[in-house]
């Protein structure tokens, strides 16, 4: 089952739920869109070490943990975090192409990955939890989890965009 058209009314809770994630993802691609590498890793407000860039890698490694750690069960190391350096996947965004091409490559590449697990769930696994005590330990708070992360870093992209060039890539 694949994420459903976006003319398409959702027919579940699963569908309804990939069906914003896509939208989300596709926001991304059009607030980072015709961005030169220096403007993609332009800082936002010193000292913060914001940019359009690091939020990329940021959501390749927020989508790898969640869909292929979590969901998936992999022990592969986590994307853009070096031992145990969060920060190092906004400072390691550096205005360089291929770095540019690596985010943006990597990023794709988790969301395939990430669209292949949910390909092969049902909307009853929505209730499936492993952890009662775990804040999110449901497949339901994992797509939650991943749609708000998603939507609050699309609120920092607008301001960054449209620190970059007074558009919001809408």
């Not at 739920?17 to 607030?31: G, H, N, P, Q, T």
């Not at 540019?100 to 990955?113: C, K």
């Not at 939890?129 to 992209?157: A, K, T």
């Amino acid at each position: 089952m694949s994420a459903p058209e976006p003319s398409a009314p959702p027919t579940n809770e699963l569908d309804s739920i990939r069906r914003w994630l896509a939208d989300l993802r596709a926001s991304v691609e059009r607030k980072s869109d015709g961005l030169s590498p220096e403007q993609l890793a332009a800082r936002s407000v010193p000292p913060s070490s914001l940019s359009v860039l690091g939020l990329v890698r940021h959501l390749a490694q927020m989508e790898h943990f969640w869909f292929v750690k979590t969901l998936s069960r992999s022990d592969e190391p986590q994307l853009y975090v070096e031992d145990g350096d969060w920060d190092a996947q906004f400072r390691g965004a550096v205005a360089d192409q291929a770095v540019v091409d690596d985010a943006f490559a990597t990023w794709r590449s988790v969301q395939a990955r990430a669209d292949e697990v949910l390909d092969h769930l049902d909307a009853s696994d929505l209730n499936f939890v492993w952890d009662p005590e775990d804040r999110i330990g449901s497949v339901r708070d994992v797509l939650l989890q991943v749609v708000y992360e998603y939507s609050r870093h699309c609120g920092h992209l607008d301001l960054l965009r449209e620190a970059i060039d007074g558009r919001t890539g809408e």
